[in-house]
């Protein structure tokens, strides 16, 4: 299905483009006339995504993090959340609820709250160059003219 509306925005890996990202899915969101709780949702599974980036992807640099928005006319936002860090190893591990390779002032919860507040969340990652995480989530848009 193609999109109706995308954009792309590319950011260093520092933890004030979290708000940053927030930020312009929301704006992104906007046009789909979310409710509050869709857009707190949708606001913390891409700050889980991003900050996951900044932490664990670029340990001990700043790297670059691309955030890519697609809308498409079922009322799904898809947002896809790539770095060019150092991957993962074992995905199935990383998304087990209170895993971490963050040490112990990580919860090891992040992907956790990306799937409780998403409809889908796929996971791509090869260790040494990277991870893609798609986020998406069915907007319920009362006025479908604002698509």
Same mark, same amino acid.
């Given at each position: 299905?193609?999109?109706?509306?995308?954009?792309?925005?590319?950011?260093?890996?520092? *933890?004030?483009?979290?708000? &940053?990202?927030?930020?312009?899915?929301?704006?992104?969101?906007?046009? !789909?006339?979310?409710?509050?709780?869709? /857009?707190?949702? /949708?606001?913390?599974?891409?700050?889980?995504?991003?900050?996951? =980036?900044?932490?664990?992807? +670029?340990?001990?640099?700043?790297? %670059?993090? $691309? &955030?890519? &928005? @697609?809308?498409?006319?079922?009322?799904?936002? $898809?947002?896809?959340?790539?770095?060019?860090g150092v991957?993962?190893?074992?995905?199935?591990?990383?998304?087990?609820? &209170?895993y971490t *390779?963050?040490?112990?002032?990580?919860?090891?919860?992040?992907? $956790?709250?990306?799937? *409780?507040? =998403?409809? @889908?969340?796929?996971?791509?990652? %090869?260790?040494?160059?990277?991870?893609?995480?798609? !986020?998406?989530? +069915?907007? !319920? *848009?009362?006025?479908?003219?604002?698509?």
């Amino acid at each position: 299905m193609k999109p109706i509306n995308e954009m792309k925005v590319q950011f260093p890996s520092r *933890s004030v483009n979290e708000r &940053l990202a927030r930020s312009v899915v929301s704006a992104f969101a906007a046009g !789909l006339d979310p409710t509050l709780d869709e /857009l707190a949702d /949708l606001r913390t599974a891409v700050s889980e995504a991003v900050t996951n =980036c900044i932490v664990h992807a +670029y340990p001990d640099s700043i790297g %670059k993090i $691309s &955030l890519q &928005l @697609r809308l498409f006319t079922d009322g799904r936002l $898809s947002v896809k959340i790539t770095d060019w860090g150092v991957g993962i190893d074992d995905i199935k591990q990383a998304m087990t609820p &209170l895993y971490t *390779s963050g040490g112990e002032d990580r919860a090891g919860l992040g992907f $956790s709250v990306m799937e *409780s507040f =998403c409809d @889908r969340v796929r996971v791509r990652s %090869k260790a040494g160059h990277g991870t893609t995480v798609t !986020l998406d989530k +069915y907007i !319920l *848009s009362r006025h479908t003219e604002a698509v």
